[in-house]
């Protein structure tokens, strides 16, 4: 009983904590999001497009010396023309207090250059902004005349909350700091493209592929096999005698959900990442020919195959621009490690795995009394 309610009181905090935070979170995210969002090893989509996949490449560690001091980075800040922010952290969660300019001022203030453009420049979505807080700040009071900010889970999420935003802030604004002005250079990106080409950024060998796949039932009898395999010989026929096209008998007989309403069309494959079986079969068959059932451990797969789609490299032009946002990726990524290194060396917690062990020991006590 005890862990129900106590979960329910953190769908409650979180649900709040989030309501109150909705619009500086957002206003944030542009900030937090200004590197890329996608590194790695290029490939290729059932329907041909191009696309990647987050993949981690090995680069030669950053020389960084030391982090920007405290003082370094209150200096390099400019304030607001307002000085909006200057508003006390207890004035802001005052919940039994109704929203009012400096509210809202406050919220545009921390709101990034683009989003706060776009607020101030409509006075529409100036009124759903307000709209939406006021939704917010009505549902806090409420909230607090419960005293449910007083709630030892809500007051832990809420500080938990103010804490993630300060971490996020704080790596970013030193990372934006410590990123070399206009990195990555023409020659690094052309380096990294000549050392990654192969890897990341060749197209491999790929066909493209039609099946209609019959499920072997696990444990089958061998009547069941048999009675399978007789089915695929009869589809097969049904193909090569004209009695029926591929695409039909896709729709209605495969058991490979993804493919049969697309006519058994499976898209276009890399030949590597194909069963050997069927490897073996594209490689030495003909553009349009049909196979006979091809058993695997899995069931009994009937191919068409289409054209094969010879190894090609990317030119580099095509490629640039993702090539750039990788090594942008991951620098930051180095920077905010490197980071997170010295705050621990300049402030240390001393946890030894004992003392985790311990906690982790009386913690499970305490929850499985």
């Not at 700040?137 to 030892?152: D, E, G, Q, S």
């Not at 005698?241 to 490979?256: I, K, P």
């Amino acid at each position: 009983m005890r862990n129900s309610k106590d979960q329910l009181m953190r769908v409650l905090t979180i649900g709040l904590v989030l309501g109150a935070l909705l619009f500086i979170v957002a206003a944030e995210i542009s900030y937090l999001q200004s590197g890329p969002t996608v590194d790695g090893t290029i490939y290729i989509q059932e329907d041909g497009v191009t696309t990647v996949v987050e993949e981690e490449v090995s680069r030669e560690p950053l020389d960084i010396e030391s982090v920007v001091t405290d003082s370094e980075i209150i200096e390099s800040q400019k304030e607001p023309a307002n000085n909006a922010w200057v508003s006390t952290v207890s004035d802001n969660l005052n919940f039994e207090k109704p929203i009012d300019i400096d509210h809202i001022n406050l919220l545009i203030t921390n709101m990034g250059p683009d989003e706060r453009a776009r607020v101030l420049g409509s006075s529409d979505l100036f009124t759903k902004v307000v709209e939406s807080e006021a939704d917010n700040r009505a549902v806090l009071m409420a909230a607090a005349k419960n005293k449910l900010n007083k709630h030892p889970n809500v007051e832990f999420m809420m500080e938990r909350s103010s804490e993630n935003m300060l971490l996020e802030f704080y790596l970013n604004l030193l990372t934006d700091r410590k990123l070399p002005e206009g990195f990555p250079s023409d020659e690094q990106a052309r380096n990294f493209y000549e050392s990654n080409k192969e890897k990341q950024f060749t197209f491999p060998l790929r066909a493209r592929i039609w099946q209609i796949y019959l499920s072997k039932p696990n444990e089958a009898s061998e009547e069941e096999i048999l009675n399978l395999q007789q089915k695929a010989e009869e589809i097969v026929l049904k193909i090569k005698t004209g009695a029926n096209d591929f695409s039909n008998l896709a729709v209605s007989q495969s058991q490979h959900e993804a493919s049969k309403n697309r006519g058994g069309y499976m898209g276009v494959m890399k030949l590597d990442g194909l069963l050997p079986e069927i490897k073996d079969y594209i490689l030495r068959s003909k553009i349009g020919e049909v196979s006979d059932p091809i058993e695997t451990d899995t069931g009994l797969h009937i191919i068409k195959r289409g054209t094969i789609l010879s190894e090609e490299a990317l030119p580099f032009e095509e490629v640039e621009e993702q090539v750039r946002q990788i090594l942008i990726k991951q620098t930051q990524l180095q920077l905010k490690n490197a980071i997170v290194e010295q705050a621990r060396a300049d402030n240390p917690q001393n946890i030894s795995e004992e003392v985790i062990a311990e906690w982790w020991l009386n913690i499970n006590v305490e929850d499985n009394p």
